[in-house]
């Protein structure tokens, strides 16, 4: 399942845990998009934590602007108090984006039918 899911877990990654996609340090157990109220909430078994981790994010936005579309992750929150934070300052500090233009055709068609 994971392999149908790369597309749109890309943006999703790319807001929330990127560097541990690329080090093999996570399993996804549950992702939960719901459109209507409009969060996405994904269960992660992290590597070195006892407990599963809850990511959620609230509020998100996919804004038609030019040529592509651009997500907007809205608020993150994360089940651990350490991991939120860092997140957050990332957000804060731009070295993970508020905004992330959605570049690849197949990217959009998934993102757009998921969100």
């Known amino acids: 399942m994971w392999w149908f899911l790369r597309g749109p877990m890309d943006v999703f990654y790319v807001t929330t845990l990127g560097c541990y996609e690329q080090l093999h340090l996570h399993q996804a157990v549950k992702l939960v998009i719901d459109k209507d109220k409009k969060t996405i909430s994904a269960d ?3 590597k070195g934590e006892s407990e599963e981790i809850q990511i959620t994010l609230k ?4 804004i038609e602007e030019g040529e592509n579309p651009v997500f907007v992750p809205g608020i993150i929150e994360v089940s651990r108090e350490w991991l939120d934070a860092l997140l957050k300052n990332l957000v804060k ?3 993970i984006p ?3 233009e959605i570049k690849n055709q197949l990217h959009q068609i998934v993102v757009k039918s998921l969100l």
């Open 44 to 46: 992660l078994d992290l």
């Open 59 to 62: 509020n998100y936005q996919l």
């Open 93 to 95: 500090t731009s070295v």
């Open 98 to 100: 508020e905004r992330i």
